[in-house]
């Protein structure tokens, strides 16, 4: 099956500057790629998500980007604010596939 | 109603006892999801209801039964619960389409402490 892993663990940026999170997959035939975040005491929310037949997807201070070949996907958050101080999982599945393969999670501080 | 709404939001429940977990969604999707959660941890997969038939059981114990009463509705009913079962769980919904599942929306979660 799917293996997603995610690196790193923890990350404690600065407020303003970017964070990156990289996760690698296993399965050539995944296809869909979403981010989550959650909040302490909260619900998964999906932030954002790209598909393998784009390389790339901006929205606002958060991208994505994939490289199929390399199979690898990474989270690129700009200017950073304390709001995004949270777990965030990247996750990984087949098309027709209800499974969502989840990477281990990365819990993010922005310090103010 | 882009919501998917569980209750209770806390529960706690002695080993012997039988209780039930309710999910709704009312944004017409038609695959449900019970995932458990521990803290700091991703969701692990337990049941996908799709068109409210059982479509994968990730090989969960049998003291968790899923229902699926109609596309709205999920219940997940528990009885003789161990300690380690104690967790948050999380109800999520997605469309059914040829281009996979697409987003998963979840719910608040259920938070189950077994005594």
């Known amino acids: 099956g799917e293996n997603v892993e995610q690196h790193p663990s923890t990350l404690s940026v600065q407020e303003g500057d970017s964070a990156v999170i990289k996760c690698t997959y296993s399965?050539?035939?995944?296809?869909?790629f979403p981010w989550y975040k959650q909040e302490l005491g909260k619900r998964p929310q999906l932030i954002i998500d790209i598909r393998s037949n784009v390389g790339e997807k901006k929205d606002q201070r958060i991208a994505v980007t994939l490289n199929k070949t390399a199979k690898h996907f990474s989270l690129h958050i700009t200017e950073t604010q304390p709001e995004d101080s949270a777990v965030y999982f990247c996750a990984a599945s087949r098309s027709n596939d209800y499974k969502l393969s989840f990477g281990a999670g990365t819990t993010v501080t922005v310090r103010a | 109603d882009t919501e998917v709404t569980q209750t209770p939001k806390h529960l706690v429940m002695g080993m012997t006892n039988k209780k039930s977990l309710k999910c709704e969604q009312h944004m017409g999707h038609r695959a449900m999801y019970w995932y458990k959660q521990k803290a700091k941890k991703p969701p692990e997969l337990m049941f996908v209801y799709s068109y409210e038939k059982l479509s994968i059981n990730e090989s969960v114990p049998s003291r968790f039964s899923p229902e699926c009463p109609n596309s709205s509705l999920l219940n997940l009913h528990l009885h003789a619960l161990q300690p380690e079962d104690s967790a948050l769980y999380l109800c999520a919904s997605s469309q059914v389409g040829t281009s996979g599942s697409g987003e998963q929306f979840f719910g608040p979660g259920t938070r189950l402490t077994v005594l």
């Open positions: 399965d050539s035939a995944s296809n869909y």
